[in-house]
């Protein structure tokens, strides 16, 4: 049977996550469960979407993917199922889904959950765990449902950008502290058009270059790369960027309106000059 990947901003401080591998064993007995995340920053569609993506493209064709995350964003009678680069993914119809596939995935399918069982996390695995199984015996999507592209669409957060300037937002910050830009090398280069650079993270912090390896520079030091999944890295070689430059992704806490003459104490976009 196909490995089934769990992503999902549940953490890992109580009993979920082992009930939920539990539930799936239980109707896959024959499935790879495999963990992806489980420290999605609740509603922080901008990281899940940098962790599913640069995960899902390392996993072999039919692979199905649960994200289990932000799962009663709205309130629905289905969720959906994908068939994108040759890969399932299975998530609740709150947007993610679009994010994640970089604009409308190849194909997509409502599954209805059962009216009768109650909305929770494990009314809508059994629901994924039944399309899972149903897939690995042999079925297609369209057997297990319409396609539809009657379903909610967000678009990815994207850097801003100007004659010489490209502005990034923090979409992650990693267990070392690293910051994660949503500026790829490719839209890097695009914009650069071959000109030296000054990477901006705060007023009187500067790098004017970008390195290989965290040991391109002194211990200590601040330095900028692209990291394995292709986006920029704001880091220090063996320290703490986010914690020591105030670097901060986004937080629930942005929900609410600041009002007033309140100033933010932390940072959370990296503005690249070109000239």
Known sequence: MSIITLTSDIGLQDYLVGAIKGQLWQYCPECTVMDISHHISPFNLPQ??????????????????????????????????????????????????????????????????????????????????DAAKALASGKSLTDLGALTQDFHVKNNLQPLTGQDYIEGQIIHIDSFENVV???????????????????????????????????????????????????LEIAINKGNAAGLFGLRSFHRDQLLQHTGFQQLSYYQTVRIIFE
């Not at 009187?204 to 270059?209: A, F, K």
């Open 181 to 231: 830009v949503n500026i790829t090398r490719q839209q890097f280069e695009a914009q650069r058009k071959h000109r030296k650079f000054r990477i901006f993270f705060r007023r009187d912090e500067v790098i004017h270059q970008i390195s290989e390896t965290y040991a391109d520079v002194a211990e200590g030091q601040k330095l900028a790369l692209f990291n394995a999944a292709g986006y």
């Open 48 to 129: 899940a979407t940098y962790i599913c993506k640069s995960a899902f493209t390392y996993y072999p064709p039919g692979t199905f993917h649960c994200v289990l995350i932000n799962l009663f964003d709205r309130k629905s009678d289905f969720v959906l199922l994908a068939h994108h680069n040759g890969q399932y993914i299975a998530c609740a119809d709150n947007g993610l889904l679009t994010m994640i596939a970089g604009g409308m995935p190849t194909a997509v399918v409502k599954l209805y959950l059962d009216k009768a069982a109650p909305k929770n996390t494990f009314t809508i695995l059994k629901r994924f765990a």
